[in-house]
T-cell receptor, first 110, second 114 residues
């Protein structure tokens, strides 16, 4: 089964500074990985998925198989980026239920 | 298009009691998953329903059970409540499909067991 770990519970950066939220996975095959975000008083929602190789709200995440990482990055943090971020992967091959990391709370300081 | 809705939003129960949580899936979604999110943790998968049948289960005891109805709405039932069952319970609906299918989450039900 795929597993993800997020080593940082809390991360604070100043507005305009670069952001990197760490996610490491343990899976020997080709992983499927997601980033979900939860803004204050809002529901958990998909931010981006690795298979799409997209940039959402200025965030990107590249799969690094050598480091088994899927870190979420943004070059210039905005105050509205303050939220709880979860890395996730499917529980097993062919499954579409998710295993979530413990999450990282990002605070962008004005 | 209506989103995923859960009821109730908050609930307090006594240890040993039974509880039923409800979820209406997003329009057109026939797959519903339930997650438990304890304080300070990420959501943990409980089980998933597809076309009224259980279609996968996480590491939860049998006292956690569910139902899905023909209109794809779903219930999560927990018997013999324990203090550790206190958590936010999330419902997510999705279309069946490959493993990169997006899950749409409800706001959750906050259950407190005293």
């Amino acid at each position: 089964a795929q597993r993800v770990t997020q080593p940082e519970k809390l991360l604070s950066v100043f507005k305009g500074a670069p952001v990197e939220l760490k996610c490491n996975y343990s899976y020997s095959g080709s992983p499927e990985l997601f980033w979900y975000v939860q803004y204050s008083r809002q529901r958990l929602q998909l931010l981006l998925r690795h298979i799409s190789r997209e940039s959402i709200k200025g965030f990107t995440a590249d799969l690094n198989k050598g480091e088994t990482s899927f870190h979420l990055k943004k070059p210039f943090a905005q105050e509205e980026d303050s939220a709880m971020y979860y890395c996730a992967s499917p529980e097993g091959t062919g499954a579409n239920n998710l295993f979530f990391g413990t999450g990282t709370r990002l605070t962008v300081i004005p | 298009e209506t989103g995923v809705t859960q009821s109730p939003t908050h609930l307090i129960k006594t240890r040993g009691q039974q509880v039923t949580l409800r979820c209406s899936s997003q329009s057109g979604h026939n797959t519903v998953s339930w997650y438990q999110q304890a304080l300070g943790q990420g959501p943990q998968f409980i089980f998933q329903y597809y076309r009224e049948e259980e279609n996968g289960r996480g590491n939860f005891p049998p006292r956690f059970s569910g139902l899905q109805f023909p209109n794809y709405s779903s219930e999560l039932n927990v018997n013999a409540l324990e203090l550790d069952d206190s958590a936010l319970y999330l419902c997510a609906s999705s279309l069946p499909g490959p493993i990169n299918t997006e899950a749409f989450f409800g706001q959750g039900t906050r259950l407190t067991v005293v």
